[in-house]
């Protein structure tokens, strides 16, 4: 993998390479000493036009356990704010020479043009309404975490798994990185939402079923509830919050005791989920955040020090990288 843009992109080795790194990363993060020096020497930029706290954070402090050295830009009291481009601000911090730029962007493909501006790998850290593939990954991680093993083994796959995404699925590139990811690992995915919230054609692209009303949620083994974008909405999608809540809001009468809860965060308590479910014994929302960071850690790894070769000359250099397992030796 040169770059992480979308799920769209990537093949189910891809993901099971970076599910076992982050196992790996997770044993790491277990001991006294959480950081190996991997990525020593290396510089990572973050570069956010959005706001941001999980992602940012432990994108982060991720690169930071690999020993990189980060520079962590937010658009805001930048020179973004005085009219500098987004391609002038790729050339500027391109100019340290980064093994990799995390960027979010409020437009779609901003990720995928940024790739043209540097020869960082680029990670998408959520573009406009496209994808997210990171919170994906972490996700299925967390989820592979929870559902336990199989005879003995670990979950590799999320086969026979019945997934429903509900909420705001019109304006979330969260949806449509998780909807890809569960069905790459075998789950059935439902996306559930008033009509003005779902996508036309989205059967047909992501390959999901689609209902619009909760009635059938009990089929359901993991309940993704998604957040109410009012940011990314110019018009009225629902004809009230009050409705909203009344035909869509996840509570604890609606929330069966065998399913799972998540949320990519940060929660509108009160209105897509109630708060005692929110904090409840079925909530993965803290979980999620935690694998957030080894999951990251696992990509910047994939990215910069393992993966598949990569041309002439990759052998020799993996050669001075750690072996896979375990992790830690000197880069
Ligand atoms: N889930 C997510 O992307 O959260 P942040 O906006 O806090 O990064």
Redesign the pocket.
């Known amino acids: 993998m040169r770059h992480l843009l979308a799920i769209e992109d990537l093949e189910r080795a891809d993901v099971d390479r970076i599910m076992a790194r982050a196992r790996s990363f997770a044993e790491v993060g277990r001991r006294d000493i959480k950081k190996v020096p991997t990525l020593r020497g290396r510089t990572i930029v973050s570069l956010f036009y ?7 954070s432990s994108f982060e402090l991720a690169a930071k356990r690999l020993s990189a050295d980060v520079v962590a830009v937010k658009s805001a009291g930048s020179a973004v704010d005085k009219g500098e481009s987004l391609r002038d601000t790729i050339a500027t911090l391109s100019a340290y020479a980064p093994a990799a730029i995390v960027i ?1 962007h409020p437009y779609a493909g901003a990720a995928n043009l940024v790739t043209g501006w540097t020869s960082a790998a680029v990670i998408n ?2 573009d406009g309404k496209h994808e ?1 593939p990171s ?1 994906a990954l972490l996700d299925a991680y967390t989820l592979l975490d929870r559902l336990g093993a199989v005879d003995g083994r670990r979950r590799e796959d999320l086969d026979g798994k019945r997934i429903w995404i509900v909420g705001d699925v019109l304006h979330s590139r ?1 949806a449509r990185s998780c909807a890809l990811c569960f069905r790459m690992m075998g789950a059935e995915v439902t996306v559930c939402g008033p009509p003005s919230l779902i996508p036309r054609g989205i059967t047909e692209a992501l390959g999901v079923e689609v209902a619009h009303d909760l009635d059938a949620l009990g089929e359901a083994d993991v309940v993704y509830a998604l957040r109410m974008q009012r940011e990314r909405m110019s018009e009225s999608f629902v004809p009230s919050v009050r409705e909203y809540v009344a035909h869509y809001q996840i509570d604890s009468r609606r929330l069966g005791a065998r399913q799972l809860l998540m949320h ?3 929660v509108n308590r009160g209105v897509e989920l109630s708060p005692e479910v929110v904090d409840g014994p079925a909530s993965l929302i803290t979980a999620q955040v935690e694998s957030g960071l080894v999951v990251r850690m696992a990509i910047l790894y994939e990215l910069l020090a393992g993966g598949e070769p990569r041309g002439a000359g990759a052998a020799d250099r993996d050669a001075e990288l750690p072996a896979p397992t375990p992790i830690g030796e000197p880069a």
């Open positions: 959005e706001s941001s706290t999980r992602t940012s979010r850290a959520g997210h919170q969260v990519p965060g940060p």
